[in-house]
Nanobody, 126 residues
């Protein structure tokens, strides 16, 4: 499975950006898709995910109420609408997908995701 992300860029604090990701290359899966972000020198951080089986959505506490994940299971696409952006949201955002169905406790854990996109930079200026 290949993940191709688009969107990102530079925005002022309080602004909005939208990230999109499309999966290709395999007819089955991914069973969950989402986004992680990483700042140089820090661990990858879970942002949001959607689990296709029940269309459940999950968010990191730091983005709840500001970010919205949505997607199309048939098309294997996922979007992340980011509103009220803060300078601390600055990072490289990676689209991810899992080859297996994930239980709820596994959703925010990076090692359970088998597919990673190339990353797109989001920079929020103060």
């Amino acid at each position: 499975v290949q993940l191709q992300a688009s969107g990102g860029g530079l925005v002022q604090a309080g602004g909005s950006l939208r990230l999109s990701c499309a999966a290709s290359g395999r007819t089955l899966g991914p069973y969950s898709m989402g986004w992680f972000r990483q700042v140089p020198g820090k661990e990858r951080q879970f942002v949001a995910a959607i689990r296709w089986s029940g269309r459940d959505t999950y968010y990191a506490d730091s983005v709840k109420g500001r970010f919205t994940i949505s997607g199309d299971n048939a098309k294997k696409t996922v979007d992340l609408q980011m509103n009220s952006l803060k300078p601390e949201d600055t990072a490289v955002y990676h689209c991810v997908g899992s080859a297996m169905r994930l239980i709820t406790s596994s959703v925010p854990i990076a090692r359970y995701y088998d597919y990673w996109g190339q990353g797109t930079q989001v920079t929020v200026s103060s």
